[in-house]
């Protein structure tokens, strides 16, 4: 079993940064891979990022690819976004997901087992 919890959200103007964290618990040995996945209201949740837990690699959707930055410290069992250069459209719910067995893809929700409750991201022009 692995719980995740998300922090970090918050308003924050049109071209701002903000640093979304994640930090799981329970048997985060087994992780494979985390991720983060965003739901604006009306929306379906959306793929943000994924970062495979052992080799650090990443993977990001076209719509933040060059401007959100996924990372993870291994010591704290937490991963990271950093969003740079904000836009209104990236206003929604971040979620954190994680998968504890291997998989494929990790760029749809059911791709994952564990998920936070999500934290607020509000960009104001």
């Known amino acids: 079993q692995v719980q995740v919890v998300e922090s970090g959200g918050g308003l924050v103007q049109a071209g701002g940064s903000l640093r979304l964290s994640c930090a799981a618990s329970g048997r985060t040995f087994s992780i494979y891979r985390m991720g983060w996945f965003r739901q604006a209201p009306g929306k379906e949740r959306e793929f943000v990022a994924h970062i495979i837990w052992k080799i650090g690699s990443t993977t990001y959707a076209d719509s933040v690819r060059g401007r959100f930055t996924i990372s993870r410290d291994t010591a704290k069992n937490t991963i990271y976004l950093q969003m740079n250069s904000l836009k209104l459209e990236d206003t929604a719910v971040y979620y954190c997901?994680?998968?504890?067995?291997?998989?494929?893809?990790?760029?749809?929700?059911?791709?994952?087992?564990?998920w936070g409750q999500g934290t607020q991201v509000t960009v104001s022009s």
């Open positions: 997901a994680a998968r504890e067995g291997w998989s494929a893809h990790g760029m749809v929700p059911y791709d994952y087992e564990y």
